[in-house]
């Protein structure tokens, strides 16, 4: 027998569930103080958490556009350079793609950046001065631009062909076009895994701690490495977690709902 998919007048009883769970961790914080230390602790790295994911994301998103665009181009060469990219980072865990920019990457473009220096009579910089924080973003911004680029690609080949064409007819030009025309439809096709990519980026965040980047999950290994009481410290890592990615997808979901009544179809 085929289960039942859910549907969307469903009534949400896994947020009941997720509710419950949340108030019992907050009944936790409340009346035990060791709970409200760690999470007073925490708390500090949910700025570097939101800092990190939002520039990454925004950085990411940007390029992904550029590598769809470049992905659709009528010139060959563009087109490989882009599925290039686009195959071998996809191919390179987002782990594995931190530590290579963090500690290849990263002096290569320093040492790239001095010997540009030398010739120009700029100051040149230290590799420390490239900070942990910024290669975090970078790698993820990379990684990231690869499956944001299949995303926005798809989106874009959704529009029908028609309309540009019609649009062509009428004299705009490529720009208007993609921004009166292309864009807007692809939008509503784009933001389901768009919106999952974003998700997702929060939750690979948590990888920046490798580096030594005093996000949640870093601060939250440093507290139980100082108090031994991992149960409490890494209930309290992933109730923040889960606040933030449930958060986020329910206004997500809220989003393409009003998207979808405002364009039916």
Do not use: C
Request: overall charge positive; proline content about 4%; hydrophobic content about 55%.
């Amino acid at each position: 027998m085929t289960p039942t998919p859910p549907q969307d007048g469903d009534f949400p009883w896994w947020l009941v569930l997720a509710a419950a769970l949340a108030a019992w961790f907050g009944y936790q914080v409340v009346s035990d103080d060791l709970y409200a230390q760690v999470l007073s602790t925490l708390s500090r790295g949910i700025a570097i958490t939101v800092f990190v994911t939002l520039v990454g994301f925004a950085t990411a998103s940007a390029a992904g556009l550029l590598l769809a665009m470049a992905s659709l181009s009528r010139f060959l060469v563009l087109r490989q350079i882009a599925r290039f990219y686009i195959e071998i980072v996809r191919g390179i865990p987002i782990i594995v793609l931190l530590l290579y920019v963090a500690f290849v990457l990263a002096p290569a473009l320093v040492a790239g950046w001095n010997w540009t220096a030398a010739n120009l009579g700029l100051d040149p910089i230290r590799t420390r001065d490239f900070s942990l924080l910024w290669r975090a973003i970078l790698a993820l911004s990379i990684g990231y631009s690869a499956f944001i680029a299949e995303v926005f690609r798809a989106g874009l080949q959704s529009v029908d062909r028609g309309q540009i064409e019609a649009a062509e007819a009428l004299g705009l030009s490529a720009w208007r076009r993609f921004r009166h025309i292309v864009f807007p439809q692809a939008f509503r096709t784009i933001l389901p895994p768009l919106g999952n990519d974003f998700v997702a980026m929060v939750k690979d965040s948590s990888l920046v701690s490798v580096l030594g980047v005093a996000d949640i999950t870093q601060l939250g290994k440093v507290t139980a490495a100082g108090n031994f009481r991992y149960f409490e410290t890494y209930n309290v890592v992933a109730l923040i977690y889960l606040v933030m990615t449930v958060t986020l997808s329910l206004g997500l979901r809220r989003l393409e709902r009003r998207l979808r009544g405002r364009h039916p179809g």
